[in-house]
């Protein structure tokens, strides 16, 4: 009779723990939480992110703190340092344009915010005045002292749109007293397409690619003071 018990106790555990991965529960091969972690050390700069699929990297749930492993948000940080780079939140998705990013993100604070925008809005031929608008409205929906607007990386299939958006960024980001970071400019060849074994598809950097840009944008957030010197006032698209 006890062992028939045991017996009965392991199946309903066994079934229990089942039930547990059907109703959502944690399993081992689901990915852990990328972002909201702040580093042990107590020192660190906090930033939020609004992007597409450079930032994305596939992930669907990047506002729930998921990157995909080719984002340049994993690279920030120097490997082998102690962190100081803290990752909290905002929001991207693959295709999204900067109208979308300016819709779904959700209000919060940082240290910095970074905005690596506006691929899918060349694609889709979007303007620059409009995609500026947008820009604006979102750094008025996150608070902080900090703007950190990135170049795009290269697209081998528009290559002199490209060149003209992140010449548009950087006037931008001086127009507004935001901080321009050339990210990009490590990913390029000399015909301004990607250089060779950073990109598998002529628009997105991989893993290789990846490191490079989160390395850019995570120096200028590490070497740059964060000062209160960005205008978010307005919405209206700059002339």
């Given at each position: 009779m006890g062992t028939r018990k045991t017996l009965l106790v392991l199946a309903c555990l066994t079934l229990f723990a089942g039930l547990l991965g059907l109703s959502g529960g944690p399993?081992?091969?689901?990915?852990?939480?990328?972002?909201?972690?702040?580093?042990?050390n107590g020192v660190h700069t906090t930033f939020m992110v609004a992007g597409d699929s450079?930032?994305?990297?596939?992930?669907?749930?990047?506002?729930?703190?998921?990157?995909g492993e080719a984002s340049w948000v994993n690279y920030v940080n120097t490997?082998?340092?102690p962190a100081t780079l803290a990752w909290t939140g905002g929001w991207a998705l693959g295709g999204a344009q900067s109208?979308?990013?300016?819709a779904a993100l959700h209000h919060g604070s940082a240290d910095a915010l970074v905005l690596l925008a506006g691929t899918n809005d060349l694609a889709h031929g979007t303007p620059h005045?409009?995609?500026?608008?947008?820009?604006?409205?979102?750094?008025?929906?996150?608070?902080?002292?900090?703007?950190?607007?990135?170049?795009?990386?290269?697209?081998?299939?528009?290559?002199?749109?490209?060149?003209?958006?992140?010449?548009?960024?950087?006037?931008?980001?001086?127009d507004r007293g935001w901080l321009f970071i050339d990210a990009a400019a490590g990913l390029r060849s000399e015909e301004d397409t990607f250089a060779e074994g950073l990109s598998e598809d002529g628009v997105h950097p991989n893993v290789a690619g990846a490191?490079?840009?989160?390395?850019?944008?995570?120096?200028?957030?590490?070497?740059?003071?964060?000062?209160?010197?960005a205008n978010t006032n307005g919405t209206e698209p700059l002339g």
């Open positions: 399993r081992a091969n689901e990915p852990v939480p990328q972002a909201f972690a702040l580093p042990a450079i930032t994305a990297a596939g992930s669907h749930t990047v506002a729930a703190g998921n990157v490997p082998g340092a109208g979308d990013m300016a005045a409009r995609i500026a608008q947008n820009l604006v409205r979102i750094t008025s929906i996150v608070q902080a002292p900090r703007v950190l607007l990135s170049s795009v990386p290269p697209r081998d299939d528009a290559v002199e749109a490209t060149v003209e958006y992140n010449d548009f960024l950087q006037q931008l980001a001086l490191r490079i840009l989160g390395a850019a944008i995570g120096q200028a957030l590490t070497t740059k003071p964060i000062v209160a010197d």
